[in-house]
């Protein structure tokens, strides 16, 4: 079969495939943990799911809008205000399946061939793939952890040019938790005032998990707001990752432009997902605290847990459930199967010696580093820790 370049050149999301061979072992029999996907391990809230049973009950059970109900775009609009003291109006909010679709149709809608968007490293995996199938070219800006990956604005503004199409990047950030001050985010507006040209796209799906302080936006910074596109759902913060509802709020023309490409590859989001998000954005969420608070416990958990594996270098996140440690000093050492060339043989070894899924830092960029997620109970969290530092005790 002759495929076409496009999916050639697609590379396989590395978190799925840890995922996937991770589920594979299990099926061998093997007692396999993975800590691989940035997934909550929390059940959806029972008021939301109460409110998607009463949808069906109601039979809204017909094609959608393309960009979704009125109904939930406007209360999209309201949160943005209420939370974030954003000004959209419903018409410039367009709801997806999911919050990776958002981020498709943006950079579809934006980009031609050649043009180059900056994306600071590590960054999601995502990313880059949705670039190159554009006909994008990234160009990635390194950070490491002793600044707490955060990119630098004079770092930002010395690779801008006149290919420069798009700024991309997370915070709270997966995969290293990196949060992004108020004052950082004004520095970095303040770089980007002077190109008009460049759009900003704002990956904000982990806004409801933060530890300290609040979630800030780089929207709400006038000089650059219209060219900010935010992108949100309600999958991490509601535990509604099986819903598939995500969401982005944008200058109207770029919105209408989403909904064009959205017309065409998917159509509107489940009317059921669709009206569950309607609950979850209407009604205050008593289970969120519970949520954060297990978050925050598994942190320090796995923070102090790493730290006494020799060598292995932890920074301390401020948000989302993930901590991306630098493991470098297992590089050259070697095993019965062969050398630790880097995080891939890494991974690999602990998913072979080990039994536990976690993702090589190279599918976010970063060579030196892997990404552990803590959306797991304490026990497991424990357990899979133990059995990694037992692993790294036995390379020579």
């Known amino acids: 079969m002759q495929?076409?370049?496009?999916?050639?050149?697609?590379?396989?999301?590395?978190?799925?495939?840890?995922?996937?061979?991770?589920?594979?072992?299990?099926?061998?029999?093997?007692?396999?943990?993975?800590?691989?996907?940035?997934?909550?391990?929390?059940?959806?809230p029972a008021y939301i799911r109460k409110g998607a049973k009463q949808a069906i009950d109601d039979g809204i059970t017909y094609y959608p809008p393309i960009s979704g109900f009125a109904d939930?775009?406007?209360?999209?609009?309201?949160?943005?205000?209420?939370?974030?003291?954003?000004?959209?109006?419903?018409?410039?909010v367009v709801v997806s399946?999911?919050?990776?679709?958002?981020?498709?149709?943006?950079i579809l809608s934006l980009l031609n061939p050649g043009d180059e968007v900056l994306v600071p490293s590590p960054y999601w995996v995502s990313?880059?793939?949705?670039?190159?199938?554009?006909?994008?070219?990234?160009?990635?800006?390194?950070?490491?952890?002793?600044?707490?990956?955060?990119?630098?604005?004079?770092q930002v503004a010395g690779a801008i040019n006149d290919k420069t199409r798009l700024f991309i990047f997370s915070s709270p950030c997966n995969p290293t938790g990196t949060v992004y001050s108020r004052d950082e985010l004004a520095a970095l507006a303040e770089v980007f005032s002077g190109y008009e040209q460049v759009w900003i796209l704002s990956d904000e799906i982990y806004e409801r998990i933060i530890f300290d302080g609040k979630h800030e936006s780089i929207a709400s910074h006038e000089s650059v707001s219209k060219r900010v596109?935010?992108?949100?759902?309600?999958?991490?913060?509601?535990?509604?990752?099986?819903?598939?509802i995500g969401y982005m709020a944008a200058a109207l023309?770029?919105?209408?432009?989403?909904?064009?490409?959205?017309?065409?590859?998917?159509?509107?989001?489940?009317?059921?997902?669709?009206?569950?998000?309607?609950?979850?954005?209407?009604?205050?969420?008593?289970?969120?605290?519970?949520?954060l608070s297990a978050f925050k416990r598994r942190r320090e958990l796995v923070l102090k847990l790493l730290s006494e594996i020799p060598g292995w270098k932890v920074n301390k996140p401020q948000g989302a459930f993930y901590v991306f440690?630098?493991?470098s000093s297992c590089f050259g050492k070697r095993h019965k199967g062969g050398t630790i060339d880097g995080p891939n043989e890494l991974c690999t070894y602990l998913l072979n010696d080990a039994k536990v899924g976690l993702v090589t830092g190279e599918a976010f960029g970063d060579s030196r580093c892997i990404r552990l997620s803590y959306a797991a109970s304490d026990k497991m969290l424990m357990e899979a820790i133990k059995r990694i530092r037992e692993s790294i005790s036995r390379l020579q």
Not at 263 to 278: E, F, P, R, V
Request: proline share 4%; net charge negative.
């Open 3 to 44: 495929l076409s370049e496009r999916v050639l050149n697609l590379e396989e999301s590395q978190t799925i495939a840890m995922a996937r061979l991770s589920r594979e072992l299990k099926e061998q029999g093997h007692d396999v943990i993975s800590l691989s996907l940035g997934e909550p391990d929390f059940v959806t």
């Open 72 to 92: 939930l775009r406007k209360a999209i609009a309201e949160k943005l205000d209420r939370e974030n003291g954003l000004s959209y109006t419903p018409e410039q």
């Open 97 to 106: 399946t999911g919050a990776k679709q958002s981020i498709a149709n943006a």
């Open 127 to 154: 990313y880059v793939q949705l670039i190159r199938l554009a006909g994008g070219n990234p160009v990635f800006l390194e950070t490491g952890i002793d600044s707490d990956f955060k990119v630098d604005p004079a």
């Open 229 to 244: 596109i935010l992108v949100n759902g309600v999958s991490k913060g509601y535990a509604m990752t099986g819903w598939r």
């Open 253 to 291: 023309e770029l919105a209408k432009a989403c909904d064009k490409i959205q017309g065409q590859i998917t159509s509107g989001a489940s009317s059921i997902a669709q009206m569950a998000a309607l609950t979850a954005l209407t009604n205050d969420n008593p289970e969120h605290e519970h949520m």
């Open 325 to 327: 440690p630098d493991v």
